[in-house]
């Protein structure tokens, strides 16, 4: 009951949700998956079907018509035939039951490797997803750390001015200024990548995929079935 086409979704984070539904629909490794299963699980019902007979009807219609020359008299009939034919094989060496039996196999594998699929490319776009909010947060955080030091660079550029300080220091505040910004840059080309990694899951194009910034994320703790845990071992 638990592997459904629906992903768990979480309350208080509609984002995320779109994005999980989104995966579902567009991921190729998992619409693959779910072909391969689909194939396989074919092959099983048709090898199943070689234990019912195999019947054939053929239908034959014949019309004649004659007519005299002098267009005096004429005769006609018409004929028609129908023949049923069924037959079926004795499975003596149980060929077709390992058969039957095989391609069941596989189509269970199969179908265990889609939901096993379908699981990783959910729970790695989570991860990137909540990667990429906590990100946010810490953006926010270097932004005012650069806003800070940028206050510091002005507060000691008017000592110099003043002749109360000297080069020394605001050669200081400069460098804490430069490393302030260099880090914020970092951060906001780590949340790119992680948007472009989310872009690639759900099947759209990078350059046009955009997620805006949460500053105020609420980690509150998901709701996990009781009996996931024992389902997903079995």
Do not use: C
Not at 61 to 69: G, S, V
Not at 105 to 110: E, F, G, N, Y
Not at 113 to 142: H, P, V
Not at 166 to 177: P, S
């Amino acid at each position: 009951e638990y592997f459904n086409n629906k992903p768990i979704e979480l309350d208080n984070d509609d984002v995320l949700n779109k994005l999980e539904n989104k995966l579902n629909s567009n991921n190729q490794t998992i619409i693959s998956a779910e072909k391969t299963y689909k194939s396989s699980l074919a092959l099983a019902k048709a090898a199943r079907a070689t234990y019912l007979p195999n019947i054939t009807v053929n239908q034959t219609l014949t019309r004649q018509r004659i007519e005299n020359n002098n267009g005096v008299d004429y005769t006609h009939s018409d004929s028609q035939q129908m023949n049923f034919n069924a037959s079926w094989e004795i499975d003596i060496l149980n060929s077709i039951g390992y058969t039957v039996e095989s391609d069941t196999a596989l189509a269970k594998s199969d179908r265990d490797n889609w939901i096993y699929t379908r699981l990783a490319q959910q729970t790695s776009l989570a991860q990137y997803y909540f990667e990429m909010r906590a990100l946010d947060i810490d953006q926010k955080m270097l932004d005012n750390i650069v806003e800070a030091n940028r206050a510091s660079v002005k507060y000691s550029e008017n000592r110099v001015k003043s002749g109360i300080s000297d080069q020394l220091e605001l050669i200081t505040f400069q460098n804490n200024y430069n490393t302030a910004v260099q880090n914020a840059e970092n951060n906001k080309i780590t949340r790119a990548q992680y948007q472009h990694a989310i872009a690639v899951l759900i099947g759209e194009a990078p350059t046009t995929f955009k997620i805006g910034p949460i500053y105020n994320v609420d980690f509150s703790p998901v709701y996990v079935p009781l009996m996931l845990p024992s389902t997903l071992v079995e």
